[in-house]
Structure formats: C-alpha cells, structure tokens
C-alpha cells in the first residue's frame, strides 16, 4: 500500500518520512594480477541495492507503531520510496534507537532489495488468471492502485479481470 509521497513497506505506510535515506548501489569486482604486474579489474555483477536510514515515529501510539513494523522484520514486500521506483526488498534490521517521555521513538533500518535473478519465489510480474482484477491485485498485494496502474500501461481498465495470458508488472 502507498499513499502518495509516504514511504511504504507492504500493507506498513510510514507515517512520517525517514528524516535520514540512503540507497546503495554496488557492483560486484574481482581482480587479478597479469604476468606483467599489472592488474585486471573485472565486473562480476551487480549486488542487490540496500536501503537503510532513520527517522522517528511521533504521537501517543509511536510505540505501537515501531511494533508493527518490527512485526515485518525478515519479511519480504514491495517497498516504496518518494520519487524512487518500487523495488522488491527485505526488511534485513530493524533498531529502536532510543524511547523518551515525550511520545516519540528514534529508529534506523535496513531493507536489502531481491535480486533481479534471483531464483527465490518472491513475485515481481504474475499472470492473470480471468477472475482477479487489478483492484483485486492491489488488495491482495498491498500494492497502490495507481502503481500497478503505472506499472501496467497495456491493461486499459483496472475494474475487469486481467486474462490469463496477461502479464501482470508488480514492481
């Protein structure tokens, strides 16, 4: 679920942005020394992104707050960025940094993004199935509509069953 220019995990929208972002992205090097002595660099491939930051949750409910997130910890989901594209991640750390009397709590975080080639069974596309519309997807998911509206510009309405060949782009 997002909600335009709201950070969000899966179904979790943050109620307030993280007040600190960072979005690493690395390739993966491996080098050799020649016979000459010099040195070959080569590009083994592209690592997974890692997003991690901080921020606070604010209000007479913080703590419950921080509490559903933990609750999504190792759990995989579409994560939602303002002015970022949809990446598939993991929610790798969570850490209550510090709790005071005047209802706020300070916390940082870590989401690790699945691999473009990752052989593991979290979904990025699904196909239709004639019954399930993309409203019915974006229930199901925890995707916002008008997301998978954007990410899907060959389905022309959101209300009718998407058809069994058709793909579905979730992120």
């Given at each position: 679920?997002n909600?335009?220019?709201?950070?969000s995990?899966?179904?979790?929208?943050?109620?307030?942005?993280?007040?600190l972002?960072?979005?690493?992205?690395?390739?993966?090097?491996?080098?050799?020394?020649?016979?000459?002595?010099?040195?070959?660099?080569?590009?083994?491939?592209?690592?997974?992104?890692?997003?991690?930051g901080?921020?606070?949750?604010?209000?007479?409910?913080?703590?419950?707050?921080?509490?559903?997130?933990?609750?999504k910890?190792?759990s995989a989901?579409?994560?939602?960025?303002?002015?970022q594209?949809?990446?598939?991640?993991?929610?790798?750390?969570?850490?209550?940094?510090?709790?005071?009397?005047?209802?706020?709590?300070?916390?940082?975080?870590?989401f690790?993004?699945c691999?473009?080639?990752?052989?593991?069974?979290?979904?990025?596309?699904?196909?239709?199935n004639?019954?399930?519309?993309?409203?019915?997807?974006?229930?199901?998911?925890?995707?916002?509509?008008?997301?998978?509206?954007?990410?899907?510009?060959?389905?022309?309405?959101?209300?009718?069953?998407?058809?069994?060949?058709?793909?579905?782009?979730?992120?």
């Open positions: 679920m909600i335009d220019g709201m950070m995990f899966g179904d979790f929208v943050f109620p307030m942005n993280p007040s972002l960072r979005v690493k992205n690395e390739n993966s090097i491996s080098s050799t020394r020649t016979s000459d002595g010099s040195t070959d660099v080569t590009l083994t491939g592209e690592k997974p992104v890692v997003i991690s901080s921020g606070y949750f604010t209000g007479e409910g913080c703590v419950s707050t921080f509490e559903r997130l933990r609750e910890l190792g989901a579409v994560l939602y960025i303002p002015s594209r949809p990446v598939l991640a993991v929610l790798k750390k969570l850490e209550l940094v510090c709790e005071n009397a005047e209802n706020a709590v300070s916390y940082s975080f870590e690790v993004g691999r473009k080639n990752s052989r593991n069974r979290l979904k990025r596309v699904i196909y239709g004639d019954e399930a519309s993309l409203w019915d997807i974006s229930y199901r998911t925890g995707i916002n509509i008008d997301t998978l509206v954007s990410l899907n510009p060959h389905i022309k309405r959101p209300d009718i069953p998407v058809r069994g060949s058709e793909r579905v782009n979730l992120c």
